[in-house]
């Protein structure tokens, strides 16, 4: 079974920094593209970040591109996601996600393309 644990959410201030945690199990981790992705009430969940399954290709919404940086450890089943110079707007249900397709060459941007979620952590920015 399948299991992504998100840790890492809070109340913040805008500007501050914030770094969220994704513990995979019950999956052969070292094979899978990670995505982050996030939903704001009354809003689509949104692609936020996504990671190859080596680490090497990373990619970025534009909204937080040059603030947030995705990383992973395989050897911890762990994926990353560092949030600096935090906005308003950044408030939202944050939630990491595992592509099902093992080595694909490409990190995926439409949440359809993940086939495992985790519960989300909730992050909140305020002024």
């Known amino acids: 079974q399948v299991q992504l644990v998100e840790s890492g959410g809070g109340l913040v201030q805008a500007g501050d920094s914030l770094r969220l945690s994704c513990a995979a199990s019950g999956l052969t981790f070292g094979v899978y593209a990670m995505g982050w992705f996030r939903q704001a009430p009354g809003k689509e969940r949104e692609f936020v970040a996504g990671i190859s399954w080596s680490g090497v290709r990373t990619y970025y919404a534009d909204s937080v591109k040059g603030r947030f940086t995705i990383s992973r450890d395989n050897a911890k089943n762990t994926v990353y996601l560092q949030m600096n110079s935090l906005k308003l707007e950044d408030t939202a249900v944050y939630y990491c996600?595992?592509?099902?397709?093992?080595?694909?060459?490409?990190?995926?941007?439409?949440?359809?393309?993940?086939?495992?979620w985790g519960q989300g952590t909730q992050v909140t920015v305020s002024s």
């Open positions: 996600a595992a592509d099902g397709v093992a080595r694909r060459g490409v990190v995926v941007t439409y949440y359809t393309g993940y086939d495992y």
